[in-house]
């Protein structure tokens, strides 16, 4: 059971430590608050954006938790690759910048195999997807798909996405 | 493999039917706040089992039926395309009762497999030929109705009525369950932030 | 004390109805669970946007649950003036209208005489200010601001804008 | 009355001595991820003792002082602006300790008021002549010092030695106070939310 344990985590520390740096182009590592026995323990995320010192991932800035978090769970997702993906807003306190570099590499990974469907309102995500789906909602409150949009083709009736952002 | 479309029927804030195609690669989903975004990913977890009502905000079942229509049933159905190149485990990875689930899965390969007789319920138009169906598409189906002693609640599988248990250990072979944490829900971003070290180191005895 | 209760959650609650009327277009309020002992219970967020039913908050959209609980936090500085607002990026849920409603909403309040000092990354924030706080960090991470932009004048050293969003 | 402006000493993420003026009115402070935005909030409720370290993500007090640049101390001056139409009250609104307040109120109006001595420190060349000083203008400061025993902490209260009693019981009746809710946090939003419906009523408790 240690065993596995130790296996796993040294997966997902190893693929962590590869997404951050270019998540947040920084260090990062996940350690264990008692390595030799590690189940009376907790895991903890340290991270050193460029420049700075490490710093534990509470200290951080907002836009700062919200990558470190993202990588975190993208090393989970690359441990147990899952067919699809749905992400719903994850980009929400991210600078232009930082959504850039997420929008990117969502593409990227989703070129490598994965589906990704993820809700977002922001411009770096929506243009960096091959199509989007256009949701609003009628007068009563109810849903209306409005069309998919292939990135490429006549916009079309996709005045949702004109409206946010 | 990947999801081929998402059917909502009467779910959420969805009065009637909705057809969502998708395809591979990256799609997003936008739209204005409380126009049904999240509700589509609510959708996806409802139909596949993936969480508890609480999660998709609802108080109970019957708060996931549209309350602007009449009528007293919700079904989605999702319809995933196979691809020649899946990873399909024998067991389900990550499955906690991995020893019950060999019997259950040998059953299922002859009731589910690639040439069990498929049922025809509403026409499906979208989808192809049925000789083709059982090759190359996988349906999930949930259905909830209202009735005065409670709501019930039924799967299918590839169009048969099946159980929640039989529809994890079936996807968990394809590593889509409950365990994995490929759907990342509103604010569950923070929730890494906030969690204790112990709760986060407990995530890596759960896949391990 | 039951009488200065009921007396400031009426101030509160109807501050609340005309706020969020204009926030949200739409009609909320504020619900005691034992409005006859309410020290008994507890005090739930009851609202209902354009054409929709009356919801409690938990059940409502990201950006709704923003919304609302704005409109709350204004309910209650309303009752209690104070001569400054400090709001760190709470608009960051909303679509490109709401956040159009909220920063309208603000401009308004600071010309009958409070002072906000509003963090935000958005355009329609930035747009309806009187001047901006331009924040960066350089190399090292030692944050730098690099200038007060008063709107209308040359937009000068502020990159740091055109970064975001 | 209004922020005038805020002066950010070795605090953070600021190193050495940063002055940034602000305005009547509505003014946005922006910038990238990390660079500080929120820090020049965490600036203010360090000021003026409105909340703890931990609202401010520190363990303890040290952590707030700059940890790039040698220097062992930290200090933040806010420069208030008075306003003929400012209401003053003339005992703190939402103080719960009023009644003792009031022997120190008395105190504080012959120490702090009008026409009160004003000593020099550090020059401050964008604030007015001295004269002019108490008449319109009213500073606040706090100080941390990092020694081998712990952190001290000292508050200023116009240019002179001050409690955090002091303070609190002085800006109450500006209105501002650790009880009410002119600071929203970045992710405080959530809060209002996810607070169980007893706590959001004890809310209505505290300031009535
Ligand atoms: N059973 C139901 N019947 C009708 N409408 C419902 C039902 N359940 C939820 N809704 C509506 O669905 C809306 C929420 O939709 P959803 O959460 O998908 O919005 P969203 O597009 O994700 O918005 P945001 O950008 O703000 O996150 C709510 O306004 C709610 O009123
Ligand atoms: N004592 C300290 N010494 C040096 N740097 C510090 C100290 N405390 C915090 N920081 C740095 O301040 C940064 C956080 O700044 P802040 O929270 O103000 O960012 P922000 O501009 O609000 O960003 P976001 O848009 O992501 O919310 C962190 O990167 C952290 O490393
Ligand atoms: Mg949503
Ligand atoms: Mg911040």
Tied chains: 1, 3.
Aim: hydrophobic share 35%; with cysteine.
């Amino acid at each position: 059971k240690l065993v596995s344990f130790k296996k796993a985590f040294e997966h997902v520390d190893g693929n962590f430590k590869a997404i951050f740096q270019e998540l947040a182009d920084g260090q990062g590592r996940l350690v264990l608050t008692n390595p030799e026995q590690p189940f009376t323990g907790g895991m903890t995320i340290e991270a050193q954006p460029r420049g700075k010192k490490m710093q534990r991932i509470e200290a951080m800035s907002g836009g700062e938790k919200s990558l470190t978090s993202l990588a975190f769970v993208f090393s989970l997702q690359r441990y147990l690759p899952a067919p699809f993906y749905a992400l719903d807003e994850v980009d929400m306190n991210l600078d232009g910048i930082n959504a850039e570099k997420l929008a990117h590499m969502v593409k990227r990974e989703s070129i490598k195999g994965a589906q990704f469907i993820v809700v977002s309102l922001r411009k770096p995500m929506i243009d960096h997807s091959d199509q989007t789906v256009g949701v609003t909602q009628r007068k009563n409150g109810i849903t209306k798909v409005t069309g998919v949009n292939l990135h490429g083709e006549e916009l079309g009736d996709v005045e949702a996405i004109n409206e946010v952002n | 493999m990947y999801i081929y479309q998402i059917e909502i029927d009467n779910f959420k804030s969805f009065s009637g039917q909705t057809v969502i195609p998708f395809r591979k690669g990256f799609t997003t989903v936008s739209g204005p706040n409380g126009s049904g975004k999240s509700n589509i990913i609510d959708s996806i977890l409802f139909c596949l089992g993936l969480s508890s009502s609480r999660v998709m905000r609802a108080e109970k079942l019957s708060d996931l039926v549209n309350n602007l229509s009449k009528r007293k049933e919700a079904k989605v159905r999702i319809v995933f395309k196979k691809e020649p190149h899946d990873r399909v485990f024998e067991e389900a990875l990550d499955s906690s009762n991995s020893t019950q689930s060999t019997v259950l899965e040998q059953a299922s390969q002859l009731v589910l497999g690639e040439n069990a007789p498929v049922k025809k319920h509403a026409p499906k138009p979208e989808l192809p030929a049925e000789s083709a169906l059982s090759q190359d598409f996988i349906t999930v189906s949930r259905r909830i109705r209202e009735s005065s002693s409670g709501s019930s609640s039924t799967y299918y599988l590839n169009e048969q009525v099946s159980t929640l248990t039989d529809i994890h250990e079936y996807l968990g072979r394809y590593n889509i369950s409950p365990g994995c944490f490929n759907v990342m829900m509103q604010g569950d971003v923070a929730g890494f932030v906030n969690m204790s070290s112990v709760e986060r180191r407990k995530i890596i005895d759960e896949i391990a």
